[in-house]
């Protein structure tokens, strides 16, 4: 298979209104590798800042994205024609990535995407929901009935997070913002909602949970929130940290941390391979497929020819999940 096909490839970082797709050459085939004819590809924060060039050990020129869904077009046999859905931390990073008409990945860094999904629901699903796997059950190891308090729960992370947990038969307490993000998360699937501007966090937890405090906290957002997340927290309590974009130092009071047992985990998706993402992938499948996940109820479709606009729209905090479609398929 030779030819060339439309991808945002680049060979400089900058600002993302200046990306368009560009003619690039197919790469060929190598043993151990399937073709995917990309069929939707979301915009991650993460792919904004891929394309500002803030991340230090990113590869030029390289095509951008991190999540897809497509169909295998090449490769063994057994996967040819598979519906196949990824992500990974070097894909669009230190490899090319998702944001093109075709992407060639490992065998093992392709996994059978849920059938009940469309491929715009099966490509918004990737850093989202893998953060929230990676947090949750890799790092906290979430037990059926504790107590889970999520910030940032109005963002695509924070309702991943939301829905892993609940399906996980856990109690959850989402933090937001204020009240216009309070009205985006899904009151029937939570215990309460705390507000980072009325500063209730800490008693809200203690009334939802007696006064016991919760067991795992996750930090999305940064310095702003560590403190009443922490603070929240009961004996042994969890606290996950996956992002810093609203600050990077805080004060720890170290006689509290040990006195209390907690535990402070940091979490790093963009260090999983598309190989790793494939096996998280697989186990997020049969939650998919029995109901118990739903994908993000807000998808915004865009050809690939709308990227610039596209991942300006998600630099400036999208409610919605911007997905690009190739080759012109929708919803």
Not at 151 to 177: D, M, T
Not at 266 to 290: H, M, W, Y
Request: neutral net charge.
């Amino acid at each position: 298979m030779t030819g060339v096909m439309k991808a945002l490839h680049i060979t400089a970082h900058g600002p993302p209104g200046t990306l368009k797709p560009v003619d690039v050459p197919q790469p060929p085939l190598s043993a151990g590798h399937v073709r995917v004819r990309v069929e939707a590809a979301a915009i991650n924060p993460s792919d904004v800042v891929s394309a500002e060039g803030r991340f230090p050990h990113a590869v030029l020129p390289r095509i951008l994205g991190r999540d897809f869904a497509g169909r295998v077009v090449e490769g063994p046999k057994d996967l040819v024609g598979a519906e196949v859905w990824g992500s990974g931390g070097d894909l669009g990073i230190t490899r090319d990535g998702a944001h093109a008409e075709e992407i060639l990945l490992p065998v093992a860094g392709v996994s059978r995407r849920p059938s009940n999904l469309t491929p715009e629901q099966a490509a918004s699903a990737g850093v989202p929901f893998i953060t929230a796997w990676s947090c949750l059950v890799e790092a906290a190891a979430l037990k059926p009935g504790e107590t889970v308090v999520v910030s940032g729960a109005a963002g695509a992370v924070g309702r991943a997070a939301v829905e892993l947990a609940v399906a996980l038969e856990a109690r959850v307490i989402a933090l937001v913002k204020d009240a216009d993000e309070g009205a985006r998360v899904d009151r029937d699937r939570l215990a309460a909602i705390a507000r980072s501007d009325l500063n209730d966090l800490v008693g809200v937890v203690q009334k939802v949970t007696g006064g016991s405090g919760a067991n795992v906290a996750l930090n999305g957002v940064g310095a702003a929130v560590f403190r009443p997340l922490l603070d929240c927290l009961g004996p042994g309590g969890r606290l996950c940290i996956y992002s810093a974009s609203a600050g990077r130092e805080v004060t720890l009071d170290l006689f509290d941390l040990y006195r209390r047992r907690l535990r402070l985990l940091g979490i790093n998706t963009v260090a999983l391979t598309v190989e790793d993402g494939a096996r998280i992938l697989d186990q997020l499948r049969p939650l998919f497929e029995s109901g118990r996940l739903h994908p993000h109820p807000r998808l915004e479709p865009r050809p690939l020819e709308d990227a610039a606009r596209a991942y300006e729209q998600v630099a400036r905090g999208s409610s919605s999940k911007v997905v690009l479609v190739p080759r012109g398929s929708g919803v």
